[in-house]
């Protein structure tokens, strides 16, 4: 069993910053990407950004420069900082890790979301 914990979301207003959390744990023996999604209502899923397990970073484009991802592999943690936060980033956000269980299967795993809401 794997599981994923965000944490960190809330009510910030537009230009004020959070930051995110989301600790992997459980049957894991390594875990390669991990990456933080958001779903707005009405639409889909969408990237928004992935980091590797070697520090490789990859970005939505319309996010670089504002969201920084970073990681603590010796924690399984994966963060995401928000900085010059607009309305149009209120959303769901999602953590998801790609992870080699204890077993030798590998997977990808999904936390619960946690709320981000940016008032103007």
């Known amino acids: 069993q794997v599981r994923l914990v965000e944490s960190g979301g809330g009510l910030v207003q537009a230009g004020g910053s959070l930051r995110l959390s989301c600790a992997a744990s459980?049957?894991?023996?390594?875990?390669?990407?991990m990456g933080w999604y958001r779903q707005a209502p009405g639409n889909e899923r969408e990237l928004v950004a992935v980091?590797?397990?070697?520090?490789?970073?990859n970005y939505a484009d319309s996010l670089k420069g504002r969201f920084t991802i970073s990681r603590d592999n010796t924690k399984n943690t994966v963060y995401l900082q928000m900085n010059s936060l607009k309305p149009e980033d209120t959303a769901v956000y999602y953590c998801?890790?790609?992870?080699?269980?204890?077993?030798?299967?590998?997977?990808?795993?999904w936390g619960q979301g946690t709320q981000v809401t940016v008032s103007s």
């Open positions: 998801n890790a790609r992870v080699r269980r204890l077993t030798g299967l590998r997977g990808d795993y």
């Open positions: 980091i590797t397990s070697g520090g490789s970073t």
């Open positions: 459980g049957s894991i023996s390594s875990i390669n990407d």
